[in-house]
């Protein structure tokens, strides 16, 4: 039987109700047609939105895209916040722009994402190539972005709910295992650092498991030389600052640490202490030569103009160092790993580690357990000869 129809628009026939959805600020009411292919199906639709307006849901959003609200929610909110850094918005903008952008899912009106959407979205990433850890980032930048959209009333719950990161058997666990320096490369890499020009910054991150920020953002007051102390303070970032039309230039700035768990007292150990001192005294040296003022605001870790080191720079002159010396290549951040590993190694509890890396939770520490595993699994097999 035909379906019972009383509107039509080109071409088209619908059935047509309306109802009253509110009232303008000087009291005349607000009415909204709702459509359907018969009476049943346009009255479902008026009560889905009159139910969405009595829960308190924003249903002004049926049009919004993904893309251009989370635009806004990036440019309007989180780059004008006070609760987050220049360097985390870059961040954010970065994953936005590689990760959401281009793809069809940013087309997606965001009363048609659910679970299914997001999961089918993560697997075709995956299936192109991108990693799980890559993923697992995009994953934390959404959840971020839904909590922003059920706080403002334009969904109920997160689509996020029930959905999983793809990886293949094993994949996760290979994410995120770390790659440290060994006893034998430990004592290759001293070798091989002997005269080189960041030697005693190699050495600090080694004794110490400062991030490579903290490192650099470094100044003499930071250092207690009677305590035997590095006070963490502060980080030098370099990213992009991106301005409301999207236009963006380099900056290198101090910022305050990672987290709040990251300002933190770190313990030098006896013999870097000698480290750091030879290198205030290279600085010092360097500012008399520069006919420079030194003080307790001069980078710890300097240029030779005795201003701060370039991050890029350092990074690929580790890098060149490694090569030399025939070392395999290893991101810089693998020292702070060392640092932790070698800890575990000498039964330094859990808690004490994450408190010495500024970690927010031992759940983050704990991906360094594995080494202990490894350790086992050596011991082990030194036992072959005797079967």
């Known amino acids: 039987m035909a379906n019972k129809t009383n509107y039509s628009s080109n071409g088209s026939e619908y059935y047509r109700i309306r109802a009253d959805v509110g009232k303008n600020a000087d009291g005349t009411r607000i009415r909204k047609s709702f459509y359907g292919k018969n009476r049943k199906e346009a009255e479902q639709k008026r009560d889905e939105y009159l139910n969405q307006l009595k829960s308190g849901l924003n249903v002004g959003f049926e049009k919004a895209t993904l893309g251009s609200l989370m635009h806004t929610w990036l440019y309007d909110f989180k780059r004008v916040s006070e609760n987050i850094k220049p ?10 722009r590689k990760y959401i952008k281009p793809y069809p899912f940013a087309n997606l009106k965001l009363s048609d994402i659910n679970s299914v959407a997001v999961q089918r979205f993560y697997n075709n990433l995956f299936e192109e190539g991108k990693t799980s850890a890559s993923i697992r980032t995009l994953n934390s930048l959404l959840r971020n972005f839904f909590s922003f959209a059920i706080e403002q009333d334009y969904i109920a719950k997160s689509p996020l709910k029930g959905t999983t990161i793809p990886s293949k058997a094993g994949e ?75 236009s963006r230039k380099l900056v290198t700035a101090l910022q305050t640490p990672k987290s709040k768990h990251s300002v933190r007292d770190v313990p030098i150990p006896e013999n870097l202490t000698n480290v750091l001192k030879a290198q205030k005294l290279l ?42 010396n025939n070392i395999r290549e290893r991101d810089f951040h693998s020292l702070r790993h060392t640092y932790a590993t070698q800890l575990i190694r000498r039964n330094v509890s859990i808690e004490v580690i994450a408190e010495l890396l500024g970690h927010s939770s031992t759940e983050i520490t704990k991906i360094y357990a594995h080494i202990l595993d490894d350790d086992k699994q050596n011991a082990a097999s030194k036992l072959n000869d005797i079967f």
């Open 87 to 96: 360097a985390t918005f870059s961040r954010y903008e970065g994953i936005y």
């Open 172 to 246: 996760l666990t290979k994410d995120r295992k770390l790659d440290v320096y060994t006893d034998t490369e430990i004592e290759q890499l001293k070798k091989a650092i002997k005269g080189y020009m960041h030697e005693n910054l190699i050495l600090t991150a080694l004794g110490t498991g400062l991030r490579e920020g903290e490192l650099l953002g470094l100044q003499w007051k930071h250092i207690d030389f009677e305590n035997k102390v590095i006070k963490v303070r502060q980080t030098l970032k370099t990213y992009s600052d991106i301005s409301a039309d999207g």
């Open 283 to 324: 600085t010092q040296q360097k500012a008399l030569n520069l006919n420079a003022d030194f003080n307790e605001d001069v980078f710890v870790f300097t240029n030779s103009r005795l201003s701060y080191l370039d991050a890029r720079a350092l990074l690929k002159s580790y890098k060149r160092m490694l090569k030399r």
